[in-house]
């Protein structure tokens, strides 16, 4: 058995081990990696183990973050949802694990990895756990029939045939000006919810990289020739990736946002998708919560985990007066502060 640091880029086994192991999402894709590598610099550190036939059997992916106002960590996955050691044993996580620890330099302060369905073998001695977030995903292997049976009748079923006889229309994003449209909903949004956009530039890295790639597609709402809503979908495998939502508020009574859920889960059944990830959530957030519970969908432990302790942003849970906080100033800041504080501050936050 060899232990080796690899470049997913360059390296065409990776994307193949990843597209075979169970716990493989979209997040440990080599394009994923380049969206991250691109948009903000972080040093990605990947390290395998290989069998005497040069084959992955195992493997784990970190990008260093170094930020004089965040500190210094190790984190698998930044900007994802999860990034699950891909490891079938506990024996090989411990390998790599220590491997990954003697190659890095002292200036680290801690790891953080962040778990959806390997965290059985991070729950042990060595890491420290933050059981907080929440996923929901959708069972895509039943007919569109009995989905539709499946959703709340009148939280869901009643919103989507509203948008219809509202007639709102779905398409899909054809180029970057599709995209930037979605990005000045995106702004507004993240206002709304008082947390700074990501930068431009990610987005567009995400047009360039995965939906070039054929690993992501934009859905756009139009009512009256006007784009009110939109969402952004990755896949990888046979999971459809619900990763961001934005809409208009003056125009959330026509419920765009239901519609293009709906058309993405007859896309994800036509096209052969067996799961619909409807992404991270905060269980203090229980408007989304509950949104999320009415798709008839199954909710899912999502903890993170942390060596030598739990610290960073990810510990902050959002009913703490430290989150609040920073919410109620960026509620309030005007659009152009917004999106400058979140181009400075989201290469500090992963």
């Known amino acids: 058995m060899v232990i080796k640091k690899i470049n997913p880029r360059e390296d065409a086994r990776w994307d193949l081990f990843v597209n075979s192991h169970p716990y493989g999402t979209i997040y440990h894709h080599s394009a994923w990696q380049e969206v991250i590598e691109q948009t903000y610099h972080h040093t990605p550190s990947y390290w395998v183990l290989e069998d005497e036939n040069h084959s992955i059997r ?63 073998m991070l729950d042990n001695r060595l890491f420290q756990k933050k059981d907080y977030y929440k996923s929901f995903l959708l069972d895509l292997n039943n007919s ?76 756009l709402a139009e009512v009256k020739g006007k784009e009110i809503a939109g969402s952004l979908f990755l896949h990888h495998n046979k999971t459809l990736y619900h990763k961001f939502n ?33 992404g991270r959530t905060s269980p203090d957030n229980q408007g989304l919560m509950e949104f999320k519970r009415r798709w008839g969908t199954r909710e899912m432990a999502m903890p993170y985990f942390y060596f030598p302790e739990v610290r960073g942003i990810t510990s902050t849970e959002e009913r703490s007066f430290k989150y609040r906080l920073m919410t109620t100033f960026w509620r309030k800041a005007p659009l152009a502060l917004n999106k400058w504080g979140g181009k400075i501050l989201y290469r500090h936050l992963g």
């Open 58 to 120: 195992g493997g784990i992916a970190f990008f260093l973050i170094r930020s004089p106002l965040t500190g210094n960590r190790a984190v698998s996955l930044p900007y994802s949802d999860s990034g699950d050691p891909l490891v079938d044993t506990v024996h090989d996580l411990r390998v790599l694990f220590r491997t990954l620890r003697e190659e890095m330099d002292e200036n680290l302060s801690y790891f953080e990895i962040r778990t959806f369905r390997g965290s059985a």
């Open 144 to 219: 569109t029939e009995d989905l539709w049976k499946g959703f709340h009748p009148k939280a869901v079923r009643y919103a989507i045939r509203k948008a219809e006889r509202s007639g709102i229309r779905i398409r899909e994003g054809k180029d970057e000006r599709d995209m930037q449209t979605f990005y000045r909903l995106h702004v507004k949004t993240r206002r709304r919810h008082g947390v700074p956009p990501q930068p431009y530039a990610f987005f567009q890295n995400i047009w360039k990289i995965l939906v070039s790639k054929g690993l992501a597609f934009l859905l």
């Open 246 to 278: 934005s809409s208009d508020p003056e125009f959330l009574h026509y419920q765009p946002n239901h519609l293009l859920l709906w058309t993405a889960i007859q896309r994800g059944c036509q096209e052969g998708f067996q799961w619909l990830d409807f």
